[in-house]
T-cell receptor, first 113, second 117 residues
Framework: DQQVKQNSPSLSVQEGRISILNCDYT??????FLWYKKYPAEGPTFLIS?????DKNEDGRFTVFLNKSAKHLSLHIVPSQPGDSAVYFC????????????FGPGTSLSVIP | EAEVAQSPRYKITEKSQAVAFWCDPI?????LYWYRQILGQGPELLVQ????????DSQLPKDRFSAERLKGVDSTLKIQPAELGDSAMYLC???????????????FGPGTRLTVL
């Protein structure tokens, strides 16, 4: 049973427009959420995170929104740039002793110039 | 800038052979992770170390996979014998999060692409 879901395998957006990537989770114990970006032939790189005590976290062009009641989070990229084209993974962890992180299947974003 | 090192980057082997992957985490990172990523899926945790101790290996196929981090620094993941279904990207990551401390993100290495023929 997938605990972290990203129901859109792919997304295409025009350069300069907003990209919205969605993520749903099922485990109510998750209290820390992260987004990673992955280019081909490279390992994932950390993008932004949010704790469950917040509903929004912003870092430059990237904003993550958390809706705990809906068990849903989203990553907004504004404005989108061609260099943002990558696979984006949503990840979540619960406050266990060693913070195991569960990754979603990823969404492939293509930003069209 | 400190990075997680992995080798080899690519490995092609025949089924029933043994393979080994090496990872050197960022200096000072107590926690080390091995993930397997199949194309179209997210990374799946195989084993997590805190210093030299295994703290989670619930998803590690222990009949054929083994992992060690003898001195609490670098780590080796071994598969013996390799099977066709083991073809995947094997990622190593490290973090500075310890027991009950502030959470920090994981830093990933470039991965080892394994192809089993």
């Amino acid at each position: 049973d997938q605990q972290v879901k990203q129901n859109s395998p792919s997304l295409s957006v025009q350069e300069g427009r907003i990209s919205i990537l969605n993520c749903d989770y099922t485990n109510s114990m998750f209290d820390y959420f992260l987004w990673y970006k992955k280019y081909p032939a490279e390992g994932p790189t950390f993008l932004i995170s949010i704790s469950s005590i917040k509903d929004k976290n912003e870092d430059g062009r990237f904003t993550v929104f958390l809706n705990k009641s809906a068990k849903h989070l989203s990553l907004h990229i504004v404005p989108s740039q061609p260099g943002d084209s990558a696979v984006y993974f949503c990840a979540a962890s619960a406050p266990t002793s060693y913070d195991k992180v569960i990754f979603g299947p990823g969404t492939s974003l293509s930003v069209i110039p | 800038e400190a990075e997680v090192a992995q080798s080899p980057r690519y490995k092609i082997t025949e089924k029933s052979q043994a393979v080994a992957f090496w990872c050197d985490p960022i200096s000072g990172h107590a926690t080390l992770y091995w993930y397997r990523q199949i194309l179209g899926q997210g990374p799946e945790l195989l084993v997590q170390f805190q210093d030299e101790s295994v703290v989670d290996d619930s998803q590690l196929p222990k009949d054929r996979f083994s992992a060690e981090r003898l001195k609490g620094v670098d780590s080796t993941l071994k598969i013996q014998p390799a099977e066709l279904g083991d073809s995947a990207m094997y990622l190593c990551a490290s973090s500075s999060r310890g027991r009950g401390g502030q959470r920090n993100e994981q830093f990933f290495g470039p991965g080892t692409r394994l192809t089993v023929l």
